[in-house]
C-alpha cells in the first residue's frame, strides 16, 4: 500500500480591506455642504435648508455605504488589487511595484502605486478600516525591498 499523497499547501485566502465608511462619509458630506450652502443658502428658509441638508446626509450614507461594499482592496502572495483614480480595476503584482507616492484628494489621503510595466496607476486608500491588519500584512506578503513595504516601515 502506498502512502498518501501529501496535499499542497493552499496559499492563504485572499486579505480584503475596506475603506473606513465614516471617514468617507464626513468628508463627501463637508464637501456637500460647503457647495450646497451658497447656492441654497440665500434667502431660503430654515426649513428648505434642514431639507436640503438632509437629503444631502442620506444620499452621502447610500453613497458611502455602497462604495465601501464595492471598492475593496484586496491582497495576497502574488500582489494587490485596487482601484485607478477612474474607478476602473487595476492589479500589481508585488515585482511590478516601481514607485508609491502619497497624495491628498478632497480631504481622502490615498497612495498612488506605479509600474514600469503598466501606464495606469492604481490608487491605493489609506483611510481603511483595518489600517494595521493592511500594514501586517503588506510586511507579510513583500520584502524590505518593495516601494509598499518600505512606506509603510
Known sequence: MKPPIPSPIPDPEPLSFRFS???????????TVVITLPVVGPGSSPNSLAIAFLTAAVAELIGAAIAANIF???INGEGVRGYDFWARPAKLSWHEIA???RTNFIGLKYLKLSSQTRKN???LPLFLSDKPGFQAAIKEYTDEQNPLWQYFK
Open 72 to 74: 475593496k482592496t484586496v
Open 99 to 101: 514607485t508609491v507616492k
Open 21 to 31: 465608511f465614516w471617514h468617507m462619509f464626513t468628508v463627501c458630506y463637508a464637501i
Open 121 to 123: 496607476v492604481m490608487w
